[in-house]
């Protein structure tokens, strides 16, 4: 009869047991986990990036429900153990389950440090541990604007920066005068706080919190000398502690955490012990690398093998800050009887050092090019003398043999570990590069697991792909624009403002183009590009625009136009819908829809009938809608809290007011922006290039979205108070995308190309930068916001416009 193993525990390290347990001995042990979270096993490392909006929760299951089933598991979620009897070896849960054990695993993790201050137990004050605790930070971010982090440390920073990215406005409150500092020195410090900075973050630092105020939730967060600064959410981030209650209620042998030998048996042999909540040789560990050791060697002793022992480990951290490089492993500080060797480059943020006792390497603490990070460690872990290499050690691996830095790592040991996280060695690494023809660093992810979890080896990925891969490696070239040219659309438009180039012809001339006139392809292209670098300056070529936009209105299957008059946010009023009515009956209009941009769409317009219709809806007050353009189309607005219960801001103000701003500005693609009155967001304003969501404590605004072929969701850009921020922020945007948008690229696209926290430097952080965008914005729509109804409806015109648009 099999064994009965029983895993209380049911996270990364005592389910790490059971993964390696079963690729060990699978037949062994009838298993049955507990986990007092109601979900499968999952990765707390990637909780940052939820938070962030960076990954969904699902895809940081490690092992969901079927895995468990299909392995004959018997899984208990959200099912807390309480009790352990050792004497009649069975554990009993919060519900009444009674268990038997031959084998048991303790693997209940850390409990987070909550400071013992007033105020404590209010609602918005919450720890950051698992999902839970995610959940209800974004909650908070959708309906708050406030926050603060009590805690600089790596859990508090990523907290802070997820915070931020959903939208709050951030304040990271620290005890000690520098940031992270059990993994950072004074300068990496320094550095790390004026980057977080530059992006928004606010820090008050070498603070004692006293007390968390409020009636219900949390308002504010007061400190020793008596200031206090507002909260509507506080995240409590001051550090962990094992999870021992159930392990000393039992009985076991515990200090700070449960202590265990080196085989990782408890006190009592049948118990094993893994993970955050364990002691072992008078260190507790707080990262994944060193609990997946403690797995691997916990589960080699239950399968069996008695020779299997843990010894301790060495750890490293990595800060998970999108655009933060930062790497820090062993005796960073120096001191005694150490050699610090330094580099920095200031202007370019950079700092390294490197320590050395004697000729070992013992510490390294990198910032900004993090890059040889892991070389370091795998330096310390194996001991390695590195006096020949001392006057090049601050220069990395590519010094270290002579063929250069690929030919070292190639030469590595194939069982040299690389991801710690994960367990995966060099040999593992290249061989799956080599046999499944991997070309990129996600394939190698999704393939190997290796820098998959914490990303600390993933410049030694990186370094190993492109090794393995080879002359053939190099990152992907940009594509041509088009057949005429082997330039790129990044390239074109940089030709065009350093060469200040003015035209279609002297593009063609400058740049070589293949084919004299360019194509169908290239030339639209370029005429946005030219005027969007040159407004006012750069001639428009109608010629280079596709029909549509040369004709002002929306061909259709029939060869009948649709046009659509703009009204402004959504609004109108009898006299307009007279004029249209007037319109439709004079041109015998058969259809008249209304858009799903809120607008009167006219179908079936004769090509000889659009001077005619312009010329009337002109003299009606009306301007084109732009229905047909690379331009802003329309702003939707809900009813807001000029008429709607539950309104907070006038929507429809709002959104007139930024369609008058912005209509007749040409963009890379079609360009929709809504406006919702409140959270309720009847405007939809999640799915459009520019959203703006009224909140209790102003506006809150979106980018990205995009309601077509590929539903796309907008990702939160920032909050503002008042209408004028929002018009600043909106034409910042718009200008920035026109500026780097590739032409037919639209905005959810460009965000993805770019990344959320770009654009949030850009338009949120820089606000020097942001004010000079929308400037340049304001300026160029001198040259663009002219209606073409108008100009072309003249009878001047209108004579030059008909025989174009017979022949056409
Ligand atoms: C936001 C965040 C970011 C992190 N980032 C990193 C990182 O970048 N790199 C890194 O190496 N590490 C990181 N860590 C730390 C890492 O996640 C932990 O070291 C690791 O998850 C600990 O594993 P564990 O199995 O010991 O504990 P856990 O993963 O916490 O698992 C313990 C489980 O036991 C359950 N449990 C407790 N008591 C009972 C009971 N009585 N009955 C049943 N179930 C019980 C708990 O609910 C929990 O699910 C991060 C942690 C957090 C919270
Ligand atoms: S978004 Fe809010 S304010 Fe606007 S209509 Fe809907 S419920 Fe009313």
């Not at 807390?80 to 084998?103: E, L, W």
């Not at 021992?244 to 990782?264: K, M, N, Y």
């Not at 012990?273 to 507790?284: L, P, S, T």
């Amino acid at each position: 009869m099999k064994q009965q193993l029983v895993l209380v525990g049911n996270g990364m390290a005592g389910m790490k047991v059971i993964e390696e347990l079963l690729a060990l001995a699978p037949e062994r042990y009838d298993i049955t986990v507990f986990g007092a979270e109601p979900h499968g096993n999952y990765n707390r490392i990637l909780l940052s990036p939820v938070l962030a909006g960076e990954k969904q929760p699902d895809e940081i299951l490690i092992n969901p429900i079927d895995w468990y089933a299909e392995r004959g598991i018997q899984l208990h979620c959200g099912k807390a153990v309480t009790v352990v009897d050792r004497d009649a070896r069975i554990v009993r849960t919060d519900c009444g389950i009674v268990q038997p054990y031959d084998q048991l695993i303790l693997a209940t993790g850390s409990l987070p440090f909550v400071l013992p201050i007033p105020g404590r137990d209010l609602a918005g004050v919450v720890c950051y541990r698992d999902l839970h605790d995610v959940e209800q930070m974004l909650s908070a971010s959708r309906q708050f604007r406030n926050a603060v982090v009590i805690g600089g440390g790596l859990l508090g920073l990523e907290a802070a920066y997820g915070l931020q990215k959903q939208g709050m406005a951030v304040t990271v409150v620290h005890l000690l005068p520098t940031l992270m500092d059990r993994q950072l020195d004074a300068t990496a410090a320094t550095l790390l706080q004026q980057t977080l900075e530059a992006r928004g973050i606010k820090f008050k630092m070498a603070v004692q919190t006293s007390a968390l105020l409020g009636t219900e939730r949390v308002t504010a967060v007061q400190f020793a000398d008596g200031s206090s600064i507002p909260a509507d959410l506080v995240v409590m981030a001051a550090g962990v502690r094992p999870n021992i209650a159930l392990a000393q209620r039992s009985g076991l042998g515990c200090e700070r955490g449960v202590l265990v030998s080196d085989t990782l048996q408890s006190s009592d042999a049948r118990i094993y012990a893994v993970g955050e909540c364990v002691q072992h040789r008078g260190q507790c560990y707080g990262l994944v690398a060193p609990l997946y050791e403690q797995a691997r060697v916990c589960a080699a002793q239950l399968a069996g093998n008695s020779e299997a022992f843990y010894q301790g480990s060495m750890t490293s951290t990595k800060l998970k800050v999108t655009g933060v490089e930062l790497f820090s492993a062993g005796e960073f500080q120096g001191g005694d009887g150490c050699d610090s060797i330094v580099y920095q480059d200031a202007g370019a943020a950079v700092y390294k050092k490197v320590v050395l006792r004697g000729d070992k390497l013992v510490g390294a603490v990198l910032y900004g090019d993090t890059v040889d990070g892991g070389w370091y460690f795998q330096l310390m872990k194996a001991q390695t003398s590195v006096a020949a290499l001392r006057d090049s050690l601050l220069f990395g691996p590519v010094s270290e043999a002579e063929g250069g830095g690929q030919q070292a790592v190639l030469d590595w040991p194939d069982d040299k570990p690389v991801c710690d996280c994960n367990g995966v060695c060099k040999g593992k690494i290249v061989e799956t590069i080599r046999g499944k023809n991997l070309q990129t660093l996600d394939a190698v992810r999704a393939h190997t697991k290796a820098s998959a979890s914490c990303g600390a080896c993933t410049p030694m990925v990186e370094q190993l792909l492109a090794a393995a891969v080879g002359d053939n490696y190099s990152a992907p070239a940009l594509p041509a624009m088009c057949s005429c040219t082997t330039l790129s659309h990044d390239a074109v438009r940089s030709a065009i403002r350093e060469q200040k180039l003015l035209s279609l012809s002297q593009i063609f001339q400058t740049l070589a183009w293949r084919h004299a006139d360019g194509c169908d392809k290239c030339r639209p292209a370029l005429n946005f590009y030219l005027l969007a670098a040159w407004p006012g300056e750069a001639q428009d070529d109608s010629q280079a625009r596709f029909v549509n936009e040369r004709m002002h209105a929306n061909i259709q299957k029939d060869g009948s136009y649709s046009v659509v008059p703009r009204m402004w946010g959504g609004v109108t009023n009898s006299h307009e819908l007279r004029s249209i009515a007037d319109v439709v009956d004079k041109f015998q209009i058969p259809t008249v829809k209304i858009t799903g941009g809120q607008r009167v769409d006219l179908l079936g317009v004769k090509k000889s009938d659009l001077p005619g219709v312009w010329a009337d809806l002109a003299k009606a007050g009306f301007v084109s809608g732009h229905a047909y353009g690379k331009a802003l189309r329309t702003v939707k607005t809900c009813v807001g809290s000029e008429w709607c219960r539950f309104g907070t801001q006038d929507s429809t103000a709002m959104g007139i007011q930024l369609e008058k701003l912005t209509w007749g500005a040409w963009t890379p693609h079609k360009f929709k922006m809504a406006v919702s009155g409140c959270p309720r967001n009847c405007a939809e304003a999640t799915i459009k290039d520019f959203g703006v969501i009224a909140i209790e404590s102003g506006w809150e605004l979106h980018v990205g979205g995009n309601g077509g072929i590929k539903l796309r969701g907008t990702d939160v850009l920032c909050r503002v108070e008042t209408m004028a921020e929002v018009e600043e922020y909106c034409l910042a945007f718009m200008q920035l995308y026109r500026d780097e948008g590739r032409y037919l690229e639209r905005t959810a696209p460009y965000l993805e190309r770019v990344g959320l926290a770009y654009v949030q430097q850009r338009v949120v952080h820089d606000a020097a930068g942001r004010q000079l965008l929308a400037q340049r914005f304001r300026d160029s729509q001198q040259h663009f916001q002219k209606d073409p109804w108008a100009e072309l409806a003249s009878p001047a015109s209108r004579e030059r416009f008909i025989p174009i648009v017979d022949l056409s």
